[in-house]
């Protein structure tokens, strides 16, 4: 039974918290004991909140059993990435500069959480401060990909993607500032949303680059993606970036999708995302899944983005730029580490200096010295100014695509998982990982990324996206290829995932 | 474009206020010349005509309610902090004299 429960979908949980066919204290113990069993192997976690997990599950029955009209996700547990702040609960972001910080509030993404009645799991390992495609630059050690334990599970919510392809979790939460959702769902054959920016509130989050960064759903159905986003969706006050829109009908939209109708929809082929660099398997797969596509109804054509070509040198630009201000909080004051300098006399200045470089590991350094460059005097019109530029041209690119498209569409990532330390001493080679999941974070448009196959045993991850605001299109496009290829698999490809081996 | 040298390394960090170690500022200036390098090319594509965009979606005039709320207690705020004394935070001399 224990079993059994960690292997269903959120909304099968749900389904069956609401007939009271299962408590939401069984169903949280249930992922805990997972948790502890194959944990200390995939490491997706950085701390386990089984305590207050089990007390909202235990309020949230007693409330059922009293008949309260509950949100249909109520009981359902959820891990979060340690970059989002929880109250009570240790939020790092990966870092050493917040080791055993303590929050004093809660996201207002987690609040959603929290008032929806969904216990809190655990928090994620997560690259430092969000920074990297391979959850190798966290400070607290590497998150194994269950596929394949010496592999990378993609970066940087690697332990949001991981803990549920391990079914150490239903659903996480994850953060996507040029990739960091969609490629770890690509390469642990799970599904991630980047969200329209603005659509999920950023209040709480630990900010990397403000104007990239947005949080969405981890999760290994395209409809629980879909009930999740629209759990921490719509407008935040606290965060005056929050569009004021509401959210468009994102359960419905995966509900039409998965009749598998896709006709009249227009999809459009980037040009620029695919072909040279692409592993050959992943080419493959996506080519078999814009034929299923096809054979749903779809139109397909291709579009060209000749700006995507200057989109990951825009990135490695403005990220920085904005990481280098919003990093320096973290001055050993108010919060998280403090560390005197060895010798000299002790001010703040030096204080500072002497937190940043005990407390930063190497590649929150690389991109704080690479931004502080960018933005310094001489350069700044040249890197940064250019860079702002370029982002109006990937703009105009995505309006030019979708005048012609109702979505766009190409491989979430080039690579299957690569082995752990294969890129870690060749920067360039790993920001390579998010050449195709970046432009919608310069344009701020949403994008999910869905299973779509294994090449030589590893998962592939096939990515949509759509205009800003129209997020349901994802999961209309997702849910419609999730239910062609699951109907062709004959299963989830997650059942395909070698079982990992429980440690008693 | 220019290069970046070991020199130019330790300026930035001293910008950047991060202590950096010799081995440290030698390796990071092999990194960041070839990311630069690899990055400088947003120059040659972003012509005069084209306008910056700072903002994906650019909203203006954002406005609340004039309402007072509760702030974070103080108590709660000074709880993370590395050394506090009552309600304030705890910090090194500011200047660098005696």
């Given at each position: 039974m224990a079993a059994d429960l960690t292997r269903r979908s959120a909304a099968d949980l749900a389904t069956a918290l609401q007939a009271g066919e299962v408590s939401s204290v069984e169903v949280t113990q249930a992922h805990l004991d997972r948790i502890a069993a194959v944990d200390p192997l995939v490491h997706a976690f950085l701390y386990v909140s089984a305590e207050q997990a089990l007390d909202t599950a235990r309020r949230v029955d007693a409330r059922r059993a009293a008949g309260e009209d509950l949100h249909p996700l109520a009981g359902v547990p959820v891990a979060v990435k340690d970059v989002v702040v929880t109250k009570g609960i240790p939020s790092t972001a990966g870092s050493r500069i917040l080791e055993g910080w303590i929050p004093p509030y809660d996201a207002t993404l987690v609040e959603r959480l929290k008032a929806a009645g969904m216990p809190i799991l655990g928090k994620t390992n997560m690259d430092e401060f969000a920074m990297g495609s391979s959850t190798e630059h966290s400070a607290y050690g590497n998150t194994h990909n269950p596929w394949d334990l010496d592999r990378i599970p993609g970066g940087s919510g690697g332990g949001s993607a991981a803990a549920v392809a391990a079914f150490e979790a239903p659903l996480a939460i994850g953060t996507d500032t040029g990739g960091s959702i969609r490629q770890p769902a690509a390469v642990t054959g799970t599904v991630g949303t980047k969200p329209?920016?603005?659509?999920?509130?950023?209040?709480?989050l630990i900010a990397m680059a403000s104007s990239l960064d947005q949080a969405g759903p981890v999760t290994r159905t395209v409809f629980d993606a879909a009930m999740l986003h629209a759990v921490i969706g719509g407008h935040d006050?606290?965060?005056?970036?929050?569009?004021s829109d509401p959210l468009p009908d994102l359960v419905g939209a995966a509900r039409l999708g998965a009749t598998g109708d896709l006709t009249g929809l227009r999809i459009g082929v980037?040009?620029?995302?695919?072909?040279?660099?692409?592993q050959s398997g992943v080419r493959a797969r996506f080519d078999e899944a814009l034929d299923l596509l096809r054979g749903a109804g779809a139109t397909v054509v291709e579009v060209g983005c000749p700006s995507f070509t200057s989109a990951l040198a825009a990135y490695y630009l403005i990220m920085p730029s904005e990481a280098s201000s919003n990093l320096a909080?973290?001055?050993?004051?108010?919060f998280g580490l403090r560390v005197e300098p060895v010798d000299g006399p002790v001010t703040a200045e030096r204080v500072m200096a002497a937190t940043r470089g005990a407390g930063f590991g190497d590649e929150v350094k690389r991109r704080v010295i690479l931004g502080t460059y960018a933005l310094s005097a001489g350069y700044y019109d040249a890197y940064y100014g250019s860079a702002q530029k370029v982002r109006t041209l990937i703009q105009r690119d995505f309006a030019a695509a979708f005048a012609q498209a109702d979505v766009l569409v190409s491989p979430t990532a080039p690579t299957t998982a690569f082995k752990l330390g294969e890129k870690l001493d060749d920067p360039m080679a790993m920001y390579l990982n998010d050449v195709a999941t970046i432009p919608a974070n310069l344009a701020g448009v949403p994008g999910i990324s869905v299973p779509a196959g294994l090449d030589a045993g590893l998962p592939v991850g096939f990515q949509v996206l759509a205009p800003a605001r129209a997020d349901d299109r994802l999961y209309r496009v997702g849910a419609a290829l999730e239910a062609l290829l699951e109907a062709q698999w004959g299963a989830p490809l997650l059942t395909q995932a070698p079982e990992l081996e429980v440690t008693r | 474009m220019s290069t970046i040298s070991r020199e130019e390394v330790a300026r930035l960090a001293g910008l950047a206020r991060i202590d950096l170690s010799d081995s440290e500022l030698t390796r990071l200036a092999g990194e960041l010349d070839v990311i630069v390098q690899a990055v400088a090319q947003v120059s040659a594509v972003a012509t005069d005509d084209v306008p910056a965009t700072s903002h994906p979606l650019p909203l203006t005039n954002v406005m609340r309610p004039d309402v007072v709320t509760d702030p974070l207690p103080v108590a709660d705020a000074v709880a993370a902090a590395p050394a506090a004394e009552g309600d304030r935070f705890a910090v090194p001399q500011i200047l660098e004299e005696d």
């Open positions: 329209t920016y603005g659509g999920v509130s950023r209040y709480g006050p606290r965060d005056s970036t929050s569009l980037v040009h620029e995302l695919n072909g040279e660099g692409y909080r973290f001055d050993g004051m108010r | -």
